[in-house]
């Protein structure tokens, strides 16, 4: 049995949820494993049977999320170098998820709760902020080589 938590600083992941991520990682893994990276650095997600991006023909710029799915692709083939060069938020959100996903696995074989930080919390408030201050440069990035 897990010690106790104060709920304002963790949070336990109910069974169900971690069974999703536990699937969720290797699953995403495999679908992009399936998708072959866009030398653009981008359009990638079109392999996937989603429609091209619009934002680029309306407002000259690349979206913020633009290169995401093409860098995860590059990280799932255990590319990084490519992945970062091609998208920073998109590389680290994957492996984030993947390394999520593995501690899920962990959770299941060990019969244990998986624990993470509650949103509310200041490491959950300090994630956030951070994967959103990456996005920000990210897109920084991209829209200046694009």
Known sequence: MA??????????VARPLVLFL???GPILALVLLGAEPDARG??????LGMAPCAFP?????????CGVTTAAAWAA???????YRTQIFGA????????????AILALIRRRDL?????????????????????LVAWWVKARTW
Do not use: M, Y
């Not at 981008?42 to 392999?47: A, K, L, W």
């Open 77 to 83: 083939r255990l590319d990084l170098v490519s992945a």
């Open 22 to 24: 536990a699937l969720a």
């Open 57 to 65: 023909a309306r407002f000259g710029l690349p979206c913020p999320t």
């Open 92 to 103: 680290t959100l994957f492996l984030l998820f993947e390394l999520l996903s593995a501690r």
């Open 42 to 47: 981008h359009g990638t997600h079109e392999q």
């Open 3 to 12: 010690p106790f938590l104060n709920p304002l600083e963790s949070l336990r």
């Open 115 to 135: 624990v993470v930080p509650h949103p509310a919390s200041r490491t959950g408030r300090g994630i956030f902020l951070a994967l959103v201050a990456l996005l």
